[in-house]
C-alpha cells in the first residue's frame, strides 16, 4: 500500500518534515517513491511554513494512495490558506 506521509529531517529540537509518497512498510525516514513538498513548523513570519504540489497529491489520491491524519489536516490547512 502507499502512503503520504510525513519525513522528518532538520536538527536536534528544529523539525523540518518533507510530504512524501512512501510505501507503508518502508521506515518513516527511509525509502520514498516521490517528494510532494515540505513542512516547517517553527517557521517564522517571513518563511514559507508549508507547500504541496496540489497536482501531485490529486495524482497519488487517484491511484489509490492514503494520506496519514497529519497530511489530511495539512492539506485541509493549504487549501484554507490557498482560497
Not at 529531517?9 to 518533507?18: C, D, H, S
Not at 510532494?36 to 517553527?42: A, D, L, M
Not at 517571513?46 to 491524519?69: C, H, M, N
Request: glycine content about 8%.
Amino acid at each position: 500500500m502507499v502512503v503520504i506521509r510525513l519525513n522528518r529531517g532538520g536538527a536536534k529540537a528544529r523539525p523540518f518534515y518533507n510530504i512524501v509518497v512512501a510505501d507503508k512498510r518502508a521506515r518513516r525516514d527511509g525509502r520514498f517513491i516521490e517528494r510532494i513538498g515540505f513542512y516547517n513548523p517553527t517557521a517564522v513570519e517571513g518563511e514559507q511554513g508549508l507547500r504541496i504540489a496540489q497536482d501531485r497529491l490529486t495524482y497519488w489520491k487517484s491511484v489509490g494512495a492514503q494520506a496519514s491524519p497529519t497530511v489530511e489536516r495539512l492539506i485541509k490547512q493549504a487549501s484554507q490558506a490557498a482560497a
